[in-house]
């Protein structure tokens, strides 16, 4: 890009430090080698290798870059754009492509758009976190006020799905459904990974009922297998995956847990809960029984899986007294973290 005429393979390596064609016809054929490889990884992600004469006085095959077909234009994004961008990059910091969307967020700041950045970690920035690139007039999330967007892809199944979706890959994983106390074997050719009123969840076909399921990813209860060969997947062009969510997933049913949580601690636990007077709960039956030392709640919740994941981070400072599925959901995922320890007798 440097230059506009044709440049030939032995000026190449004279100009390109590291390059050099050496002295022996060893050293001159492993430089052939590896410019030939260069020249079709080149041509390969996109860049126009133009080959052509250097010379009218001259045979010998030249190659160049022409800026014009390969420079992109300056980018202007609308405020809406800029939003969009910032909120995918959001999501894809918590999942499998965190460096290559922090990576690309800053190539799109370089060149002038005005995008939510990647912090020193690689975390991104949006909401009213800092702009970057983009100058005093710049459009990003920090002009909307007031709307600060968070992606929550921290479904342990997340990653494999997506992963079996793009590969086309039949996947086996364990399922519990609503009111179920055991997983349930589930054989489901992928067709799309989405997110529906804060959840999110896989739509496909299930091989074992031979009929379009919809599978919130919070209910996954362990390990996604990847089965089956690249490319066996093909999903029916007709399949509209929004409306099939929309039709198939179960209207949220609130329930209310009992805990006992520890004096002092799980703040945000408590910001949503309320205290349990003394006496019965509801009247009818018993106060349970708990350590002096904690507090008697009560919080309302949807989700059992992705509530049984909150309780879990809090330790041994909350213990779930009731429902049932919820005390066992949080048992299971305890159990499931002290494997290893248990295994070497910690």
């Known amino acids: 890009m440097a230059t506009s005429r044709f440049l030939t393979v032995s000026e190449l390596g004279e100009l390109v430090e590291g390059y050099e064609p050496g002295v022996t016809a060893e050293e001159q054929e492993a430089f052939r080698r590896m410019f030939e490889r260069d020249k079709a990884y080149l041509r390969e992600i996109g860049i126009p290798l133009e080959t052509g004469r250097g010379s009218v006085f001259s045979d010998e095959v030249g190659y160049r870059v022409h800026r014009g077909d390969y420079a992109l234009p300056d980018l202007e994004l609308a405020p809406d754009e800029a939003a969009a961008l910032a909120l995918a990059g959001s999501l894809w910091s918590v999942a499998a492509l965190a460096g290559p969307a922090a990576s690309a967020l800053r190539k799109l700041a370089a060149s002038g758009a005005s995008v939510a950045g990647a912090g020193p970690?690689?975390?991104?920035?949006?909401?009213?976190?800092?702009?970057?690139?983009?100058?005093?007039?710049?459009?990003?999330?920090?002009?909307?006020?007031?709307?600060?967007?968070?992606?929550?892809?921290?479904?342990?199944?997340?990653?494999?799905?997506?992963?079996?979706?793009?590969?086309?890959?039949v996947i086996r994983f364990p399922y519990r459904k609503v009111g179920d106390a055991e997983a349930a074997e589930r054989h489901v050719e992928p067709w799309g990974v989405l997110?529906?009123?804060?959840?999110?969840?896989?739509?496909?076909?299930?091989?074992?009922?031979?009929?379009?399921?919809?599978f919130r990813l919070s209910r996954v209860a362990g390990?996604?297998?990847?089965?089956?060969?690249?490319?066996?997947?093909?999903?029916?062009?007709?399949?509209?995956?929004?409306?099939?969510?929309?039709?198939?997933?179960?209207a949220e049913r609130v329930r209310t847990a009992t805990l006992a949580v520890r004096h002092g601690t799980c703040h945000a636990?408590?910001?949503?809960?309320?205290?349990?007077?003394?006496?019965?709960?509801?009247?009818?039956?018993?106060?349970?029984?708990f350590p002096a030392d904690m507090d008697l709640l009560e919080r309302t919740f949807t989700d059992t899986e992705r509530f049984a994941r909150w309780i879990v981070g809090s330790g041994p400072d909350v213990l779930v007294l009731d429902p049932p599925e919820?005390?066992?959901?949080?048992?299971?995922?305890?159990?499931?973290a002290a494997g290893p320890a248990a295994t070497d007798g910690g």
């Open 326 to 336: 919820l005390r066992t959901a949080v048992i299971a995922r305890l159990q499931a």
């Open 223 to 250: 390990a996604v297998r990847l089965v089956g060969p690249a490319g066996a997947v093909q999903v029916p062009a007709d399949v509209d995956l929004a409306a099939m969510v929309s039709a198939q997933a179960p």
């Open 121 to 169: 970690g690689g975390e991104i920035v949006s909401g009213s976190g800092d702009q970057v690139g983009g100058g005093a007039g710049a459009v990003g999330l920090g002009v909307l006020d007031g709307f600060e967007p968070r992606v929550d892809a921290t479904e342990p199944a997340f990653e494999a799905c997506l992963a079996a979706v793009q590969a086309g890959r």
């Open 269 to 289: 636990l408590r910001r949503g809960a309320q205290a349990v007077s003394t006496g019965c709960i509801p009247p009818a039956r018993p106060r349970p029984v």
């Open 195 to 214: 997110s529906w009123r804060g959840r999110w969840y896989l739509v496909g076909h299930d091989l074992h009922r031979g009929a379009e399921r919809v």
